[in-house]
């Protein structure tokens, strides 16, 4: 089936505008009007930035080094990524919207859709303002909200609307479908990339109106069912539903790239360790366990005077686990086996493959007493653990393995602001 059964649905899509920048700004108002970007891992390539940022001429993935004359010229304020401030703004955005929405999909970080259908009896575009104005206020996060009878037509009255400031940061496109498709270029299409795009232009295909004209035949043999999906959505067809539901994950990674090149197995194994409680803590946290084990280890690839080397192996585990000994005794012998000698590694990573859930872990009915006692045991690490770093106390380390300290080998941070939200120490102080 295409579609799916629907009584007059209403979508609607919230989106944060440029959300790494914008919470940069929110705990620094002086920042306001000036153009700010945030950047990658190891400070490398721009991945948010302000509007005013965008006035400049600033692209998404440009190498910070590329635009240093930039910097200079306009203060440009750069910052590190600062993923737990970012993810716990994140949180708040969305929780935001659980108060005012009685069903939403959260789609990424700083994007979710919303059920809108049993609010139809409101004044939409002034609900939905509330709300926008509301998250501002609460969070200092600009946002745009999209409505549309679909998903795909709320996305794309979501774009509309960032491209119209003049609308006040929300579209409703119900009764108006038509002119949202004629004046939208095909690529801001959701599902719709460059490959798809240019094909479409070479047939003169080059707004979304224009695509809804073609027929069925001609749509699912060039762009297949997924392509005859979209446009039945852009037509204002239903063929997705919201998906409130959290699916179990299969596969969890823990991977980071290194400030300054590792070349010794020993500082890799110490790093191991790092990787492998974070791991553990996640698999715990899900109630999940690994049935895989992975490792990859990789060279710079940007460097020409070296030769490149990647390459990884995976390890089944005897019992699915989610312990911290077991899973670095098995990572440790995978390191082991594709470490090569003088070579300088940029980056490591961990996998936790094919997880299943504590409910319907299968254990060896022999030896179902050390299972236990092996979960406890990795539960009260995880806890001491936990409690002694945030506590700001010594740091409880694997004496086998005393990791290497962060600040030799972790990815360069030199803009990183502070956590706001996260670290008691590093919360805004107001003076009055």
Partial sequence: MLSIPHKNKIFG???????????????????KSSPVVVLSNNDGCVISRSPEAKQLGIKMGQPLFEIQDLVKKYNVKVFSSNFPLYADMSYRFHETLNLFFPKIEVYSVDESFIDLTDLKKFDLTLYCTYVRNTILQWLKIPSCIGIGKTKTLAKLANKYAKLHPELGGVYNSLGKEEELLKNMPIEEVWGIGNKISAFLKEKNIFTPYDLIQQNDYWIRKHLKITGLRMVHELRGIPCHELESYNPQKKNTVVSRSFGIAITSIEDLEKILMTFIEKLSEKLTKQKQYATYIGV?????????????????QI???????????????????????????????????VMALDLISQSSLQRDLFDINNYEKEEQRNETILKLMDYYNQSGKSKIQFAKNIQLPQNTWYPKQYHLSKRYTTDINEIPIAYV
């Fill in 13 to 31: 899509l919230v989106d944060a505008n440029n959300f790494y920048a914008s919470c940069e700004i929110a705990f620094n108002p002086k920042l």
């Fill in 296 to 312: 990859f280890i990789k060279s710079n690839p940007f460097n020409k005077k070296e030769p490149y080397y990647s390459n990884y």
């Fill in 315 to 349: 390890k089944k585990l005897s019992t699915p686990s989610n312990s911290i000994r077991i899973l670095y005794h098995n990572a440790n012998i995978i390191l082991k086996n594709i470490y090569k000698q003088n070579i300088k590694y940029k980056k490591m990573g």
